[in-house]
């Protein structure tokens, strides 16, 4: 392979992580000071107030640094160098965050269940005050903030804990948004402070459910796009100079690091050193242009079906 190449591929991806850590750090001390911030808020409203919710809304925003911690550790974790124990890098750790979060989220839904169905069985009545309005709408504003950047800069560097932890914010941010609907609706219905937590739960979870869905697909294996497939395609037959039939194709993600193995058909009397240089112009190029270090097998072309 072109050495040129093989270090403008490194530099890319070293530039890359770079800027995710840079990012993951901003998004997860900025977390974490927001959500301490509003957890004093909170509870001095719940306090003055003598509202039950509010107090336990306090609690569950600081529970929020806890993720924030996870995606910092996960971040730093990640961009350790591959060793001898684990040759692709650390990069996985990331998406293992991102499981945690997850985790996290489906524990807070539960609880919010628990407590929503508890309070519609004792016909209990929410209690806010001019105070828990204020800081109610903090809350939301300040948690759908950070969502925004979390979302953002999780999109830009492809970080699945980022994009976990937006969801995260934005899942307490409609939490808020409810308990508001829940101060001015709940003197007119008893119920509606138990009903809107239960609606609030079940958001909670399916966000925790697409986050799971997302990082456990990248750890188990994931199918090929058509997209993908068809770059393959296009990309050897260039190569090559004929239809190579790529397939039998398999993709393995460490963060920023990204192996891909397959098949291409090859005639059965071409010399090896011919073979070789097929293919290793075919791995080139696909490092070139999907970033991806390919390992390649050759078949006979008489034994691959169309």
Request: proline residues 2%; contains cysteine.
């Amino acid at each position: 392979m072109n050495l040129y190449v093989l270090y403008g591929s490194k530099k890319k991806n070293i530039q890359m992580n770079n800027q995710k850590a840079k990012l993951g750090n901003i998004e997860g001390w900025l977390s974490m000071a927001v959500n301490i911030l509003l957890f004093g808020l909170k509870y001095w409203a719940g306090i003055v107030s003598g509202s039950v919710a509010l107090i336990a809304d306090a609690w569950h925003t600081l529970s929020d640094s806890l993720s924030s911690i996870v995606v910092l550790v996960g971040m730093k974790i990640s961009r350790k160098p591959a060793d001898e124990e684990h040759p692709f890098g650390h990069g996985r750790a990331e998406l293992i965050a991102s499981i945690i979060i997850a985790v996290f989220l489906a524990v807070i839904a539960f609880n919010f269940i628990t407590e929503s169905i508890h309070k519609l069985q004792s016909h209990e009545v929410a209690n806010y005050g001019e105070i828990a309005i204020i800081v109610t709408i903090i809350s939301v504003l300040m948690k759908e903030g950070i969502a925004q950047f979390a979302l953002w800069a999780g999109k830009k560097v492809d970080a699945p804990s980022l994009k976990a932890d937006g969801w995260h914010h934005r899942t307490d941010a409609i939490s808020s948004v409810i308990i508001l609907i829940g101060i001015f609706l709940g003197k007119y219905f008893w119920w509606i402070d138990g009903v809107l937590g239960l609606i609030v739960s079940g958001m909670i979870l399916y966000a925790a459910y697409e986050i799971l869905k997302e990082s456990a697909n990248s750890l188990l294996g994931e199918k090929p796009s058509k997209k993908l497939i068809e770059q393959l395609h296009t990309i050897a037959k260039n190569a090559a100079g004929y239809d190579v039939k790529v397939h039998h194709i398999h993709i393995h993600r460490y963060g920023e690091h990204k192996e891909i193995t397959f098949h291409i058909a090859l005639h059965d009397d071409i010399q090896l050193k011919k073979a070789h240089q097929i293919i290793e112009k075919i791995e080139e190029k696909v490092d070139q242009e999907l970033d991806m270090c390919a390992t390649i097998h050759p078949d006979p072309i008489d034994g691959v079906m169309d």
